[in-house]
């Protein structure tokens, strides 16, 4: 049952808090690789490209916590599966869940990983393309 009151852009502020929190691991991990590997000669720029993004994310996501904050939101458990990304959180004293499956958040994370790469990310939702994309990745509010 979905919270009672909570609008599309709530949701949506839930599903970019979700994204991006996913979209920092990789970026992290992506580093890490590099950084580790020892396959390249000069891991240091690749990293330095990675690391950019990552604080690119960072910066959106913490907007997005404060649009949360200042709606009475908080997203208090996240659970990984093999289907996807679970959210557990609260809306003005109400309990919700939301689901994303692997299949939308890859192709968004992707997306948006090239955006934060190239340096042109903007607020979540304030793109053009990210507006015409927001049907794209699909959330699902579970009972």
């Excluded at 396959?39 to 720029?45: D, F, I, R, T």
């Excluded at 939101?73 to 289907?83: G, L």
């Excluded at 958040?105 to 015409?132: D, H, I, W």
């Amino acid at each position: 049952m979905p919270v009672p009151g909570i609008k599309e852009e709530e949701l949506a502020l839930i599903k970019s808090a979700l994204l991006l929190g996913f979209l920092q691991k990789v970026f992290q991990r992506d580093a890490r690789i590099l950084e580790q590997s020892g396959l390249l000669k000069s891991p240091e720029a690749y990293v330095e490209l990675i690391r950019n993004g990552e604080r690119r994310a960072a910066l959106v996501l913490s907007e997005i916590h404060g649009n949360l904050r200042e709606r009475n939101i908080a997203i208090e458990r996240i659970h990984q599966d093999e289907n996807g990304i679970q959210a557990e959180y609260r809306c003005r004293g109400y309990r919700g869940k939301m689901r994303i499956l692997w299949a939308g958040l890859q192709q968004e994370v992707s997306s948006r990983m090239r955006a934060y790469l190239n340096g042109t990310a903007q607020a979540a939702g304030s793109s053009r393309r990210e507006r015409m994309e927001k049907g794209n990745l699909k959330a699902h509010l579970l009972p």
